[in-house]
Protein backbone atom coordinates (compact mmCIF):
# COMPACT_ATOMS: atom_id res chain seq x y z
CA UNK A 1 0.00 0.00 0.00
CA UNK A 2 1.33 3.33 -0.97
CA UNK A 3 2.07 6.41 1.80
CA UNK A 4 -0.84 8.27 -0.04
CA UNK A 5 -3.28 5.63 0.77
CA UNK A 6 -1.66 4.94 4.19
CA UNK A 7 -2.36 8.94 4.78
CA UNK A 8 -5.96 8.62 3.68
CA UNK A 9 -6.94 6.13 5.60
CA UNK A 10 -5.20 7.46 8.73
CA UNK A 11 -6.84 10.68 7.85
CA UNK A 12 -9.97 8.59 7.33
CA UNK A 13 -9.64 7.68 11.14
CA UNK A 14 -9.49 10.49 12.74
CA UNK A 15 -12.23 11.80 11.70
CA UNK A 16 -14.65 8.82 12.39
CA UNK A 17 -12.81 9.23 16.01
CA UNK A 18 -13.57 13.07 16.47
CA UNK A 19 -16.97 12.42 15.24
CA UNK A 20 -17.93 9.88 17.53
CA UNK A 21 -16.31 12.12 20.44
CA UNK A 22 -18.43 14.87 19.19
CA UNK A 23 -21.65 13.02 19.50
CA UNK A 24 -20.86 11.15 23.09
CA UNK A 25 -20.07 14.83 24.28
CA UNK A 26 -23.46 16.28 22.88
CA UNK A 27 -25.29 13.66 24.61
CA UNK A 28 -28.28 14.99 27.08
CA UNK A 29 -28.71 12.65 29.99
CA UNK A 30 -32.16 11.49 30.75
CA UNK A 31 -33.61 13.03 33.13
CA UNK A 32 -34.37 10.87 36.46
CA UNK A 33 -38.00 11.14 38.40
CA UNK A 34 -40.92 10.07 38.67
CA UNK A 35 -42.82 10.45 34.96
CA UNK A 36 -45.42 12.98 35.15
CA UNK A 37 -48.04 13.56 32.60
CA UNK A 38 -49.34 16.94 31.47
CA UNK A 39 -52.18 16.81 33.69
CA UNK A 40 -50.00 16.78 36.60
CA UNK A 41 -47.48 19.13 35.26
CA UNK A 42 -50.46 21.78 34.41
CA UNK A 43 -52.01 21.06 38.00
CA UNK A 44 -48.71 21.70 39.87
CA UNK A 45 -47.68 25.09 38.03
CA UNK A 46 -51.30 26.28 38.81
CA UNK A 47 -51.61 25.51 42.08
CA UNK A 48 -47.39 26.06 43.10
CA UNK A 49 -46.76 29.85 40.61
CA UNK A 50 -42.72 28.46 42.01
CA UNK A 51 -42.86 25.31 40.20
CA UNK A 52 -40.01 24.59 37.85
CA UNK A 53 -37.63 27.11 39.46
CA UNK A 54 -33.87 26.18 40.60
CA UNK A 55 -30.85 28.14 41.85
CA UNK A 56 -30.15 25.72 45.17
CA UNK A 57 -27.32 23.50 45.68
CA UNK A 58 -28.45 20.08 45.41
CA UNK A 59 -27.67 18.39 49.04
CA UNK A 60 -26.64 14.86 49.46
CA UNK A 61 -28.08 12.12 51.62
CA UNK A 62 -24.91 12.72 54.32
CA UNK A 63 -25.36 16.30 54.32
CA UNK A 64 -29.25 15.54 55.53
CA UNK A 65 -27.75 12.96 58.20
CA UNK A 66 -25.38 15.50 59.17
CA UNK A 67 -27.72 18.36 59.62
CA UNK A 68 -30.31 15.76 61.43
CA UNK A 69 -27.77 15.81 64.17
CA UNK A 70 -27.49 19.58 64.47
CA UNK A 71 -29.13 21.41 67.03
CA UNK A 72 -32.21 23.46 66.71
CA UNK A 73 -35.13 22.84 64.34
CA UNK A 74 -34.48 19.75 62.85
CA UNK A 75 -35.46 16.46 61.87
CA UNK A 76 -34.90 13.64 64.16
CA UNK A 77 -33.67 11.16 61.36
CA UNK A 78 -33.61 8.57 63.66
CA UNK A 79 -37.34 8.80 64.85
CA UNK A 80 -38.04 10.29 61.00
CA UNK A 81 -40.08 13.14 62.54
CA UNK A 82 -39.90 16.80 61.79
CA UNK A 83 -39.50 18.59 65.48
CA UNK A 84 -38.65 22.22 65.96
CA UNK A 85 -39.09 23.63 69.64
CA UNK A 86 -38.18 27.08 68.78
CA UNK A 87 -40.71 27.36 66.27
CA UNK A 88 -44.21 26.39 67.48
CA UNK A 89 -46.92 25.13 64.65
CA UNK A 90 -48.79 28.29 63.30
CA UNK A 91 -52.67 28.75 64.10
CA UNK A 92 -53.64 28.85 60.61
CA UNK A 93 -51.63 25.73 59.55
CA UNK A 94 -53.87 23.00 57.80
CA UNK A 95 -54.25 20.67 61.15
CA UNK A 96 -55.05 17.95 58.63
CA UNK A 97 -53.14 14.41 60.07
CA UNK A 98 -52.45 16.16 63.34
CA UNK A 99 -52.84 13.30 65.71
CA UNK A 100 -55.64 13.30 68.46
CA UNK A 101 -53.48 12.10 71.23
CA UNK A 102 -49.91 13.05 71.06
CA UNK A 103 -48.57 9.33 73.12
CA UNK A 104 -47.41 6.89 71.54
CA UNK A 105 -44.44 4.13 72.49
CA UNK A 106 -43.36 2.98 68.84
CA UNK A 107 -42.21 4.40 65.98
CA UNK A 108 -41.52 2.54 62.94
CA UNK A 109 -39.24 4.05 60.01
CA UNK A 110 -38.60 3.45 56.63
CA UNK A 111 -36.39 5.68 54.23
CA UNK A 112 -36.47 6.28 50.40
CA UNK A 113 -33.12 7.56 49.39
CA UNK A 114 -32.13 9.06 46.05
CA UNK A 115 -29.61 6.98 43.98
CA UNK A 116 -26.21 7.47 43.65
CA UNK A 117 -25.72 11.26 42.28
CA UNK A 118 -29.25 12.03 42.54
CA UNK A 119 -32.12 13.49 44.35
CA UNK A 120 -35.70 14.03 44.51
CA UNK A 121 -37.33 16.86 43.51
CA UNK A 122 -40.32 18.95 44.97
CA UNK A 123 -42.90 18.38 42.62
CA UNK A 124 -42.06 14.26 41.49
CA UNK A 125 -42.66 14.03 45.67
CA UNK A 126 -45.79 15.63 45.59
CA UNK A 127 -47.65 14.14 42.55
CA UNK A 128 -45.93 10.33 44.23
CA UNK A 129 -47.06 10.82 47.68
CA UNK A 130 -50.54 11.78 45.57
CA UNK A 131 -50.60 8.40 43.73
CA UNK A 132 -49.94 6.69 46.83
CA UNK A 133 -53.00 8.28 48.68
CA UNK A 134 -50.89 10.54 50.93
CA UNK A 135 -52.03 14.33 51.59
CA UNK A 136 -50.49 17.02 52.84
CA UNK A 137 -50.99 18.68 55.93
CA UNK A 138 -50.61 19.07 59.50
CA UNK A 139 -46.95 20.33 60.29
CA UNK A 140 -45.98 20.55 56.62
CA UNK A 141 -45.76 16.66 55.93
CA UNK A 142 -47.39 14.16 54.02
CA UNK A 143 -50.28 11.84 55.68
CA UNK A 144 -51.70 8.87 54.87
CA UNK A 145 -55.21 8.57 56.69
CA UNK A 146 -58.22 6.43 57.21
CA UNK A 147 -60.32 6.85 54.72
CA UNK A 148 -63.11 6.04 57.33
CA UNK A 149 -61.70 8.04 60.22
CA UNK A 150 -59.58 10.38 59.21
CA UNK A 151 -60.19 12.35 62.37
CA UNK A 152 -58.01 9.57 64.29
CA UNK A 153 -54.98 10.79 62.89
CA UNK A 154 -52.09 9.37 60.46
CA UNK A 155 -51.60 6.14 59.55
CA UNK A 156 -48.16 7.10 58.56
CA UNK A 157 -46.10 10.28 57.47
CA UNK A 158 -43.66 11.48 55.40
CA UNK A 159 -41.20 14.03 55.90
CA UNK A 160 -38.17 15.48 54.26
CA UNK A 161 -34.70 14.48 55.37
CA UNK A 162 -33.52 17.57 54.82
CA UNK A 163 -34.30 19.70 58.24
CA UNK A 164 -36.80 21.28 59.48
CA UNK A 165 -38.07 18.41 57.90
CA UNK A 166 -41.34 19.64 56.01
CA UNK A 167 -42.13 20.70 52.56
CA UNK A 168 -42.84 24.50 51.55
CA UNK A 169 -45.20 24.09 48.90
CA UNK A 170 -44.32 27.99 48.06
CA UNK A 171 -40.52 26.99 47.11
CA UNK A 172 -41.78 23.49 45.53
CA UNK A 173 -40.38 23.78 42.30
CA UNK A 174 -36.83 24.58 44.65
CA UNK A 175 -37.12 21.58 46.56
CA UNK A 176 -33.98 18.96 46.37
CA UNK A 177 -33.48 16.31 48.40
CA UNK A 178 -31.18 13.33 48.99
CA UNK A 179 -34.17 11.28 51.12
CA UNK A 180 -37.18 11.53 52.77
CA UNK A 181 -38.29 9.52 55.44
CA UNK A 182 -41.80 7.16 56.18
CA UNK A 183 -42.93 6.57 59.79
CA UNK A 184 -45.83 5.63 61.89
CA UNK A 185 -46.42 5.84 65.33
CA UNK A 186 -48.18 3.62 67.78
CA UNK A 187 -50.95 3.03 69.15
CA UNK A 188 -51.99 5.15 65.62
CA UNK A 189 -56.01 4.27 63.95
CA UNK A 190 -55.05 1.03 62.85
CA UNK A 191 -53.77 -1.86 64.51
CA UNK A 192 -49.77 -2.04 64.17
CA UNK A 193 -50.06 -4.82 61.42
CA UNK A 194 -52.78 -3.55 59.69
CA UNK A 195 -50.77 0.03 59.55
CA UNK A 196 -47.93 -1.89 58.59
CA UNK A 197 -49.44 -3.44 55.46
CA UNK A 198 -50.69 0.22 54.61
CA UNK A 199 -47.36 1.53 55.30
CA UNK A 200 -45.30 -1.12 52.97
CA UNK A 201 -46.82 -1.10 49.60
CA UNK A 202 -47.43 2.50 49.90
CA UNK A 203 -43.22 3.08 50.19
CA UNK A 204 -42.79 0.37 47.57
CA UNK A 205 -45.14 2.35 44.95
CA UNK A 206 -43.01 5.49 46.01
CA UNK A 207 -39.71 3.80 45.52
CA UNK A 208 -41.04 2.67 42.54
CA UNK A 209 -42.19 5.86 40.80
CA UNK A 210 -39.45 8.04 42.17
CA UNK A 211 -36.67 5.55 41.51
CA UNK A 212 -35.57 6.09 45.04
CA UNK A 213 -33.93 3.08 47.17
CA UNK A 214 -36.37 1.92 49.85
CA UNK A 215 -34.17 1.52 52.86
CA UNK A 216 -34.96 0.28 56.83
CA UNK A 217 -34.86 2.16 59.88
CA UNK A 218 -30.81 1.43 59.83
CA UNK A 219 -30.84 2.77 56.84
CA UNK A 220 -29.87 -0.84 54.99
CA UNK A 221 -31.95 -1.85 51.76
CA UNK A 222 -35.35 -3.34 52.55
CA UNK A 223 -35.05 -7.10 51.55
CA UNK A 224 -37.76 -9.51 52.71
CA UNK A 225 -36.18 -10.94 55.73
CA UNK A 226 -36.12 -7.66 57.43
CA UNK A 227 -39.88 -7.21 55.98
CA UNK A 228 -40.76 -10.61 57.54
CA UNK A 229 -39.49 -9.85 60.60
CA UNK A 230 -41.20 -6.25 61.07
CA UNK A 231 -44.71 -7.76 60.21
CA UNK A 232 -43.79 -10.55 63.17
CA UNK A 233 -42.86 -6.99 65.29
CA UNK A 234 -46.16 -5.69 64.41
CA UNK A 235 -48.34 -9.07 65.15
CA UNK A 236 -46.36 -9.39 68.73
CA UNK A 237 -46.89 -5.42 69.13
CA UNK A 238 -50.38 -6.28 68.39
CA UNK A 239 -50.70 -9.24 70.91
CA UNK A 240 -49.14 -7.08 73.70
CA UNK A 241 -51.84 -4.61 73.60
CA UNK A 242 -54.71 -6.68 73.34
CA UNK A 243 -53.11 -8.58 76.09
CA UNK A 244 -52.97 -5.05 78.08
CA UNK A 245 -56.70 -4.42 77.44
CA UNK A 246 -58.45 -7.56 78.57
CA UNK A 247 -60.53 -7.04 81.69
CA UNK A 248 -60.55 -9.56 84.75
Same mark, same amino acid.
Given at each position: ?5 ? !?? =? &??? +??? @?????? %?????? /? ?80 ? !?? =? &??? +??? @?????? %?????? /? ?82 ? =? ?33
Amino acid at each position: MSEANV !LR =L &AIG +AAV @VVLMVV %IWLTGR /KKPEQGVRRDSADTERLAAAFPSFGAGGRREPTLGDAIAEADNDGPELDAERGIAVDDAAPMSPTRSQLGARPDASFDRIVT !LY =L &AAR +AGE @VLQGPD %IVVACE /KAGLAYGHMGIFHRLDDNHPERGPIFSLANLVKPGSFDMARLGEIRTPGVSLFMTLPGPLNALDAWETLLPAAQRMAELLDAVL =LDEERNALGRQRIAHLREEMRAYDRKRDAQNVRF
